[in-house]
């Protein structure tokens, strides 16, 4: 066992770290507008009550404990990186209409837009850890999950309500917001090609979605 873990992580497997922080961060900038910030963008852009986004958010909250639990499933029996990667698909084509159903006012809508949301966070969280642990060796699992972990929480969820507010001051759009979770998610889709989950029990089974990252 290295006497500094930490130390041996940047040291020994920087790509892993980067590769990781990268390929999750867009999971948790979704989460952080999709769960956070969309209450504020409805009471002071849209001018709605803050009760209709609380109540949605909770349902979606709940439909997404069911489908981690699927996804789960369905990753353990595909590849958790493929999973991540069609996960990062669905979060590219749903910004753009998440905040034109928002726009609307339309309750229902916005329920919809916000559900569908929250199911598509959950596809993307339950992989997660799979991916993150299986990327380093034993003795330093631990030690590079959690850095990997953490960073992706600092710079995509921690980061992503401050930048929402700023992109909607400044270009008074919500697509706007659109465009920057649309980058994260190719950005993750990119960085998935360079991680490298080597360390995880068997072989990455061919199958759906390998086109993605493959």
């Known amino acids: 066992m290295p006497k500094l873990p930490f130390v041996s992580v ?23 507008v999709f769960a956070f910030y969309t209450t504020t963008y409805g009471t002071s852009y849209l001018g709605l009550g803050d009760s209709v ?10 439909v ?12 353990d029996k595909i590849s958790p990186k493929r999973i991540l990667g069609f996960g990062n698909v669905l979060l590219l084509l749903w910004a753009i209409p998440y905040f034109s159903l928002l726009n609307t006012k339309s309750v ?9 949301a929250f199911i598509i966070h959950a596809t993307m969280w339950a992989p997660l850890a799979p991916v993150i642990a299986s990327s380093f060796p034993t003795h330093l699992r631990f030690s590079g999950s959690a850095i990997t972990f953490m960073l992706r929480s600092v710079i995509g969820g921690g980061l992503a309500p401050l930048i929402s507010t700023f992109l909607l001051k400044e270009f008074d759009s919500g697509y706007a917001i659109s465009a920057y979770i ?9 960085s998935l090609k360079f991680v490298n989950i ?17």
């Not at 986004?53 to 709940?62: D, M, P, S, Y």
């Not at 649309?182 to 990119?190: G, K, R, W």
């Not at 995880?200 to 089974?205: F, I, M, N, T, Y």
């Open 10 to 32: 940047f040291k020994e497997y920087p790509k892993q770290v980067v590769s990781g922080v990268l390929s999750n961060v867009s999971s948790d900038v979704a989460f952080g």
């Open 53 to 62: 986004f609380v109540n949605a958010t909770l349902v979606g909250a709940i």
């Open 182 to 190: 649309m980058l994260t998610a190719v950005i993750a889709l990119i």
């Open 198 to 214: 080597k360390f995880q029990k068997g072989v990455e089974p061919k199958g759906i979605c390998s086109f993605i990252v493959a």
């Open 108 to 116: 229902g809508l916005i329920f919809l837009a916000i559900i569908i």
């Open 64 to 75: 997404s404990i069911c489908v981690i639990f699927l996804t789960g499933y369905i990753s």
